[in-house]
């Protein structure tokens, strides 16, 4: 561990090297070591590192204006992220809000959501449920939405108390989720908590198409998104789709509600939106939302930094790249090949007991026990060894010990979306080197348990 002095500070004391350059999927440290990032970052570079058309077209808004602010101008670069944006939502969701990341992006959607029950009279309305674990952000609004004990534990005196309902995880509780049998069990578990507030609290259900760092890549059993949004139209709650992670590719589809032809009333993206080239968020909502807002007297909610015109055209630019590219295609075709890469290793490394994903946000799961799927006992922290050691060896994932009544170590792999399957291969052999390492390294202690 590097120990050098700095007035910087994040989350603990770990260091990490100094980044140097990063390209494509590549990244030097000053030292002069290569990783590949097979987490995109935190799901972020879902194009790459240092795409020159991106640049290019940052370096050309950078010489016409770099700020203005946007309750004293109008942008072409915001413009024309909006049009597009709109373009990639579903029908309906045309007006687009931008922000500078997810927590932000969250922060906006529940604000807008309660001004708009207040604009259509519905003022008892304020309650979001949303589901555990889940992850919404940082902040004290998102937070309260957020389910994931390390992070929230100590702010909730400060929070206000939201309604949560369980997150599918079929493979941990037996239940097929292929059968839709299996959906439809945990979303009426949404109808049951909208009877328990009762309705007319209720404004909306937030949630994550497809789980990110919370449940680790993992999809919605059959049928469940589907239910979801039929029990929101029943009791007229709003239904919100967090795509910060999903968004922009991700699993295969420019959005993930694609997967189920939703109609949702907002969705909120980040990460893969910017794709790191600029701190960059957005939310789209429904325009019968935002029609009834201003009327009602204008959107009480807004950041200084919203709407920046490099920004946006960053912004603009990733998209273009994504479509030139056709990347989309790319995360889903390549996703199929990791998610098969990945079975492999489980049928050679006991130690993983569930593989999942979709397009390119795949993750594996590790278990003491395949037949009880008895997680790692806690002390093992195996979610941040195996990080370490992976880094080591020059390959970059991602990894979340969930907590929430269920215990368990899952480490997401989620590559840009510009990977070749010689890529694949070079990370498949970076994971198969460090799962040896880490199972010796651990051996003594499960021998210990078992
Ligand atoms: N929502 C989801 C699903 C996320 O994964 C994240 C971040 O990981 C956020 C919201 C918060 O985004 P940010 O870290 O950009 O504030």
Redesign the pocket.
């Known amino acids: 561990m590097n120990q050098r002095p700095s007035h910087l500070f994040y989350q603990g004391r770990q260091r990490r090297p100094v980044l140097d350059q990063a390209r494509g999927v590549y990244m030097w440290d000053v030292d002069g070591k290569r990783y590949l990032d097979g987490s995109s970052g935190?799901?972020v570079c879902n194009i790459g590192h240092s795409n020159e058309n991106v640049l290019e077209a940052m370096r050309r808004q950078m010489e016409k204006s770099t700020f203005g602010y946007r309750l004293h101008f109008e942008t072409e670069a915001s413009e024309k992220l909006a049009a597009k944006t709109a373009a990639l939502c579903p029908e309906g969701l045309n007006r687009v809000f931008f922000v500078s990341?997810?927590?932000?992006?969250?922060e906006s959607a529940m604000k807008l959501a309660r001004q708009y029950a207040i604009a259509v009279g519905k003022d008892s309305r304020w309650k979001i449920i949303s589901r555990a674990p889940?992850?919404?952000?940082?902040?004290l609004g998102?937070l309260a939405i957020t389910s994931y004990d390390p992070l929230t534990k100590p702010f909730e005196p400060m929070m206000q108390a939201m309604p949560k309902i369980p997150a599918p995880r079929a493979y941990l509780d037996g239940l097929d989720p292929e059968d839709e049998a299996t959906g439809h069990h945990y979303a009426d578990m949404l109808e049951a908590q909208i009877l328990a507030e009762g309705p007319d609290t209720v404004l909306a259900f937030i949630v994550?198409p497809v789980g990110?760092?919370?449940t680790g890549a993992l999809p919605p059993p059959k049928g469940y998104m589907e239910r979801v949004q039929e029990i929101c139209r029943k009791y007229d709650v709003l239904l919100i789709l967090?795509?910060?992670?999903?968004g922009a590719g991700r699993t295969g589809k420019f959005l993930a509600c694609e997967h189920w032809d939703l109609q949702p009333d907002i969705i909120?993206m980040?990460?893969g939106f910017a794709a790191g080239y600029v701190?960059l968020?957005a939310m789209a909502a429904h325009e019968r939302l935002v029609e009834a807002v201003l009327d009602a007297g204008g959107f009480l909610h807004g950041y200084t930094y919203a709407g920046n015109p490099l920004a946006c055209a960053a912004g603009v630019a990733v998209i273009e790249e994504i479509e030139r590219q056709g990347l989309v295609q790319n995360s889903a075709t390549m996703g199929a090949k990791l998610m098969d890469r990945l079975e492999g290793l489980m049928q050679r490394y006991p130690i993983i007991g569930d593989v999942r994903g979709m397009g390119l946000l795949t993750a594996f799961e590790f278990m003491a026990d395949r037949k009880t799927k008895a997680p790692l006992p806690a002390h093992l922290k195996a979610f941040d060894r195996f990080v370490n050691i992976a880094y080591d060896n020059g390959l970059i994932v991602y990894s979340r010990r969930t907590r929430n009544g269920v215990e368990g170590d899952h480490i997401i792999v989620a590559p840009p979306m510009i990977v070749t399957e010689g890529h694949l291969d070079e990370i498949t052999q970076m994971l198969d080197t460090s799962l040896a390492q880490f199972t010796d390294e651990i051996r003594p202690e499960l021998d210990k348990i078992a």
Do not use: F, I, L, R
């Open positions: 935190a799901m990341g997810g927590s932000e992006a969250v889940s992850y919404h952000g940082c902040t998102a994550e990110g760092a919370s967090d795509e910060v992670m999903t909120v980040s990460k701190p968020g």
